[in-house]
């Protein structure tokens, strides 16, 4: 069993091809090209972890975005993100649970699933004050998303695992402690 993360897929949102430089021609390539990448590498007893922005879709694309994703295997857990909050109805639809935040163990670690990093984002606005939650008190690794492009490791030492800066597929949550762990020993030899 693995653990598949990803998040900021923004299915049938246009203009995020714009913000964030994406290298497709239009919603249609750059839906397919990310769906299959979920199908491709997440198994039926994997688990993936969406960690929100998930598609900005009007009715009759959701429609389709449902039974697309049915084809993706696994057991599918969505971290709310602020452009989701509008669709969880549709979205309970897609994923199996829905969480305003998650915790999940691995490999002896504790790990911090939230949309927003944890100190907040660029217009100041943190998981904390969307969703009236405190700031968790343990964890190993914080995981979030909502940055797109800006960075892959946070000032606060978050891992990004949107599709912006993972090639457009889930990361699987070894490839991110192995990474993780790699930098840190250069750092530490380095001292």
Not at 23 to 49: A, H, K, S, Y
Not at 115 to 126: E, N, Q, S
Not at 164 to 186: A, C, I, Q, S
Request: with cysteine.
């Amino acid at each position: 069993m693995s653990i598949w993360l990803t998040s900021d897929s923004h299915f049938y949102h246009a203009r995020v091809i714009e913000y964030c430089t994406r290298p497709f021609r239009n919603i249609e390539e750059m839906n397919f090209v990310m769906l299959d990448e979920m199908i491709r590498v997440v198994q039926e007893e994997d688990t993936l972890i969406h960690l929100g922005d998930f598609a900005l879709a009007k009715a009759p694309q959701w429609d389709e975005i449902i039974e697309d994703f049915k084809l993706v295997p696994g057991k599918k857990i969505l971290v709310l993100g602020n452009h989701d909050l509008k669709s969880k109805n549709k979205l309970a639809k897609i994923f199996d649970e829905i969480h305003d935040q998650y915790w999940f163990q691995h490999r002896e670690k504790t790990f911090w699933c939230a949309h927003i990093p944890i100190d907040g984002d660029y217009k100041g606005r943190t998981e904390l004050s969307r969703n009236g939650r405190d700031k968790p008190v343990y964890y190993d690794y914080a995981l979030c998303g909502h940055v797109h492009d800006r960075w892959k490791r946070g000032p606060k030492g978050e891992i990004n695992v949107g599709v912006d800066v993972w090639h457009f597929r889930p990361v699987n949550v070894d490839t991110l402690l192995d990474h993780y762990l790699t930098e840190r020993k250069g750092k530490e030899d380095d001292l």
